[in-house]
Structure formats: C-alpha cells, structure tokens
C-alpha cells in the first residue's frame, strides 16, 4: 500500500467502521429509550403495519368492552328492580288473600284496599325508575320508542351483536296482568285479582330468570373481549417490544467497539507522520 499526504485509507476505513458503529449504538439507543425495537414504518414497514393492525383491533374491542360493560349495568339495575317488583308481588298476595276473608269489617276491608293500592303504585314507580342511562328494560321501551330489545356490540368489526330484550313489568301487561285500577273493594274482586296475582308473579319469575341468563352471557362474553384484548396486547409486543436485557449487553459491545473504533482513527490518523522520517538526513 503507498504512502501519501493526500490519501489515507486506512483513516478513511477506520472511520467508516467508527460511523457504523455510532449508528449502531443509536439504534440500540433508541430501542431502550422506547422500549420497542420497531417504533415506526422505517424499521420494519411490514411488522409495523402488522402490529398497527392488531393495535386497530384493540382500540375497537376496547369500544366492545365500554358497550358490554353498559349492558352489564343495565341488567343489573333491571334485575333489582324486578326483584323488587317479584317481592312487592308476595306483599300483594298476602293482602288479597286477607281481603277474601268474608268476616273483616268493612273498615279492616278499607284499610286492606288502601295498602293494596298503595304497593301497586309501588310496583309503577319501580319500573319506571329502573333506568340506567336512558335504558330501560321494564317499561315495554328500553329507552326508545317502540324498541323491544337494546343491542349491544360483541365484535371489534361490529358485525355481531348481544341483546337484551325488555320484560315489560307495567301493570295491566301481559307479565304483571294486574290492571293499575284493581281494589279488593269485596271479596269476588279480591278474587279476581288472586287470580291475576297468581300468573303475574309467575311471568315475573320466568321474565327474570331470561333476564339473568342474558346478564349471563354478556358477563361471560365480556371476559372473553377482556382475555382477546390482553392476547392481542401480547402479540403486539411480541413484534415490536424490544429484549432491554439482549439491548443493554448489546450497547454494551457497541461502546468497547466504538473505543477501540476510536483508537484505531487515532493511529490510522499518525500514519502520514510516516513520511517525516523518510525527509529526515
């Protein structure tokens, strides 16, 4: 190799292995600043695109979630509410029952009618304050005129969906089949109502019990949106979560490289001082 002023390849080698090197470290550099080893397009356009994907999928499960989480709250409210209403139903039964008592004076008859009327409004005002956000399931309308069951989302493609139908708890209804006028003002309509009550506290059972397996299954499924959401999370890091311990040993090497890259500049630099002594006498 010839010796110059002008040209020093040595020095140019060695400084292009010490750019390399420098690049090196801040890739690594960035790795373990962002915890990724794929921050954006330019370091793998394909796991990127692949991982921003997935990451479109989790932002809409999260909106699943938000929306199973609304029908859980729904059906929760309903259900007390209609578990209030089943109970208000055994209060009315012992007062009709009483009132079928011919020997009660018409005073103790007036006083029965009374506490019959009074948790009938009961029963009215119970299912027409199970509300929860607008949504209600025991009043015939769920929130929305005319609408006999709320949809809720199941999928990320929002192309599936779980529903809550209403059980219309309003009286006079084909569940609670007591009309809002009834009185035991005499023993035949005390009677009638028994009657009435009867098949009305078995719709009321049945009505909760499908209410419970539809909270059921929005329960259920919204563990499983919650399972999919932390597996995709997973794989997401698995494609672009960087190794901070294989990182750190890395930089680590990069560093004693880009000394010794250093070094090696140094001396390459020194040679043309080489020729000094060929001048000398």
Avoid: C
């Avoid at 103790?108 to 949504?135: H, M, P, W, Y």
């Avoid at 219309?168 to 009638?192: E, K, Y």
């Avoid at 999919?228 to 999370?233: A, E, N």
């Amino acid at each position: 190799m010839s010796i110059s002023v002008h040209t020093n390849k040595s020095a140019l080698v060695a400084l292009q292995n010490l750019n390399k090197t420098n690049d090196e470290m801040g890739t690594v550099q960035s790795h373990i600043n962002t915890g990724l080893k794929i921050a954006n397009a330019r370091d793998n356009a394909a796991v990127w695109s692949i991982a921003q994907n997935q990451r479109a999928d989790i932002g809409a499960l999260g909106a699943v979630k938000m929306s199973l989480d609304r029908a859980n709250s729904i059906a929760e409210v309903s259900m007390a509410a209609g578990e209030s209403v089943s109970d208000l139903l055994v209060q009315l039964k012992e007062k009709v029952v009483a009132a079928m008592d011919t020997s009660i004076d018409d005073a103790s008859r007036t006083a029965l009618d009374s506490e019959f009327k009074s948790i009938i409004r009961q029963i009215g005002q119970v299912t027409d304050n199970a509300a929860f956000d607008g949504a209600n399931l025991l009043n015939g309308l769920s929130g929305t005129t005319g609408a006999t069951s709320i949809q809720f989302l199941a999928n990320a493609q929002a192309s599936s969906y779980i529903t809550l139908s209403t059980q219309d708890m309003t009286l006079g209804q084909t569940i609670i089949t007591i009309p809002p006028t009834a009185s035991l003002a005499s023993v035949t309509a005390a009677s009638d109502v028994l009657v009435l009550l009867n098949q009305s506290i078995l719709n009321v059972n049945q009505s909760l019990g499908a209410l419970g397996s539809q909270a059921k299954q929005i329960e259920s499924h919204s563990e499983f949106v919650g399972k999919l959401t932390d597996t995709l999370q997973t794989g997401v890091g698995n494609l672009v979560d960087a190794d901070l311990a294989k990182e750190s040993a890395h930089l680590q090497a990069l560093q004693v490289q880009q000394q010794l890259g250093a070094q090696a500049l140094s001396i390459a630099n020194q040679a043309p001082q080489m020729i000094l002594q060929l001048f000398k006498g």
